[in-house]
């Protein structure tokens, strides 16, 4: 079975350490905070400028002068601080951020992404995904292995326009956990109940499979 | 006015000067923090022709948004957009210029901008489209792209508190742009929620010193919520 959102974000939840700063992007990355797991510190940024975002707030908490990146109304965590746009970027650009998660449309063997943009679509704009993934050594992309025509999101080549070139070296899809290293897809894990076979079938990059690749626990 | 004191009585003396293809620089992340009354000041007055900088463009009715319908706005340059229907049908016929930029390297030319820094190198966009005519560079092996910073003949600002000084205080995530944006204007004017008498501010709770600021308007505010999300 292919893995839902929640799961997806389960297994995202392992990739965290004690003490790490990580940013969640919009979507299922913003899921992984439920899952952090009991007795861990981790601390999220988000790039509007906090570090350390609490839960969305009560009725009688909401604030218009608190919001996170995907413009949510949202409380702080205990520790927390508030710094401008400048500063924000400063973090993430600099390599301060220890783990980032954010989706995207397609990524390739080179490690290249393409997240923002379908050409002949309505252009929405970056945000702030390339500086995300020109900043941040540690990324998790959380996608979909391929479109619901089965044509794969896993590729040679990104066919839409990049957002960051070579700077991917972890994916996690519905169906595998693959890294991306000498130009190649390595299938790492796959989810419960789907084949190799399946994965490699739905893999249009080049992918390696070394021995038996397990299964995901969740 | 006199001295340091930046404080003007109206909003129609704080945008004075403001003319048809200027470039205004405005702070504030989606409708959070942005200087509303300034905005509607603009509309007001009917300035056309604008070059908009601001990490948004508000929506239909409210923020930067309102500035559509007359087109005021000639083009916007900007991260993300589009959370309104007037803009995507001006973006779609090409009435509208919009210029995307990564977030980071928005904040940062508007920083490098008011810090007198006429561009700088960041791995931000390199192999995208935004290196398209920008000149490249290796250091230590990493490839950069050399992006310009931006001033604008206007600066738009709202800040929570400030002293007559022109000395601000930003409350919560309301900060985000508008610290640099403060800093990148010939003329730049802030809207805030209370103004104090100088020596009433700690000097080391200041966030933008009052050297950047040249007027000071004291508004009321709808703050109104894009995403209202309340936990279950």
Not at chain 1, 117 to 127: D, E, H
Not at chain 2, 22 to 45: H, W
Request: proline share 4%.
């Amino acid at each position: 079975m292919a893995l839902s959102r929640e799961q997806l974000a389960q297994r995202v939840a392992q990739e965290l350490q004690d003490g790490y700063y990580v940013n969640l992007g919009i979507g299922i990355p913003t899921l992984v905070a439920n899952y952090v797991p009991e007795g861990m510190e981790v601390m999220l940024q988000s790039e509007n400028g906090l570090l350390g975002m609490g839960q969305f707030p009560t009725e009688d908490e909401i604030d218009a002068d608190l919001i996170n990146a995907g413009k949510q109304t949202v409380t702080m965590a205990k520790g927390a601080s508030i710094f401008d746009s400048a500063e924000s970027f400063a973090m993430i650009r600099g390599g301060h951020v220890d783990l980032t998660v954010l989706g995207a449309f397609e990524v390739d063997v080179n490690g290249n992404i393409a997240s923002y943009m379908i050409p002949g679509k309505l252009i929405k704009g970056m945000g702030g995904a390339m500086d995300l993934v020109a900043g941040a050594d540690n990324i998790i992309v959380t996608m979909t292995h391929a479109s619901k025509h089965g044509v794969s999101k896993l590729l040679t080549n990104c066919t839409l326009p990049l957002t960051g070139k070579g700077c991917i070296k972890k994916v996690l899809t519905d169906l595998a956990f693959i890294e991306i290293k000498n130009g190649k897809f390595y299938l790492l894990e796959r989810a419960p109940g789907v084949s190799v076979e399946e994965i490699i079938s739905l893999t249009e990059g080049e992918l390696v499979v070394e021995g038996d690749v397990p299964e995901m626990r969740l | 006015m006199a001295g340091f004191d930046k404080v003007v009585s109206s909003y129609e003396e704080a945008m004075e000067g403001l003319e048809d293809n200027m470039t205004v620089i405005a702070g504030g992340f989606g409708l959070c923090g942005i200087p509303e009354n300034l905005i509607s000041e603009i509309k007001r007055k009917g300035t056309k022709g604008l070059t908009v900088v601001s990490n948004n463009c508000g929506v239909d009715d409210f923020g930067l948004g309102i500035l559509l319908p007359d087109r005021q706005i000639k083009k916007i340059i900007a991260s993300y957009v589009g959370e309104n229907a007037e803009f995507e049908r001006q973006m779609m016929n090409g009435e509208l210029d919009v210029e995307l930029t990564p977030q980071g390297t928005l904040a940062e030319k508007m920083r490098a901008g008011g810090a007198g820094i006429p561009a700088f190198f960041t791995a931000t966009g390199y192999g995208t489209p935004v290196a398209e005519g920008k000149e490249e560079r290796e250091f230590n092996g990493r490839h950069y792209i050399l992006e310009p910073a931006i001033t604008g003949d206007f600066a738009i600002v709202k800040a929570w508190k400030a002293d007559r000084y022109g000395n601000l205080v930003f409350r919560k995530t309301a900060r985000n742009f508008n610290p640099m944006a403060a800093t990148a204007g010939k003329i730049t004017v802030v809207e805030v929620e209370e103004i104090v008498e100088p020596g009433e501010l700690d000097p080391d709770q200041i966030h933008t010193p009052g050297i950047y600021v040249n007027r000071l308007v004291l508004g009321t505010f709808e703050k109104r919520i894009e995403q209202r999300t309340i936990r279950s």
